[in-house]
């Protein structure tokens, strides 16, 4: 509440809503596909991300993006239920990004709930 305020203040209001808007799709209360174009390149901005492309191994997508120190890490952290794609979790080590993860040429890859990295093609 406090955030909200001082960017409020700072900011204007539609600062402070375009700020939650991204902090509700990067934090897992609002699907990444329902921002606006301005909440898009707000992300897009401030966000972490790393380029990625089509038919990656999601093991190979998470040490890329610094989710994962190796491959073995990431193979843990899959078999553990701690990876998502856009909020759907990843349960094959074996699983490769598509276009359907990609959407728009976005993706929002997830360790845990609190950690997220976007992804481009």
Do not use: C, W, Y
């Not at 609002?30 to 301005?38: I, K």
């Amino acid at each position: 509440m406090l955030a909200r305020l001082v960017t409020e203040i700072v900011h204007g209001k539609e600062a402070a809503e375009r700020s939650i808007a991204v902090s509700e799709a990067l934090f897992g209360e609002r699907p990444l596909a329902s921002l606006t174009p301005a909440e898009v390149e707000i992300v897009k901005r401030d966000a972490p991300s790393a380029t990625v492309t089509f038919d990656m191994p999601v093991v190979d997508a998470l040490v890329q993006t610094g989710l994962a120190a190796s491959k073995s890490e990431a193979r843990r952290l899959i078999e553990g239920n701690g990876i998502s794609i856009n909020d759907e979790r990843i349960q094959n080590v074996d699983a490769s990004l598509s276009p359907e993860h990609l959407d728009g040429g976005l993706a929002l890859l997830k360790r845990g709930r609190q950690v997220a990295v976007l992804m481009r093609s």
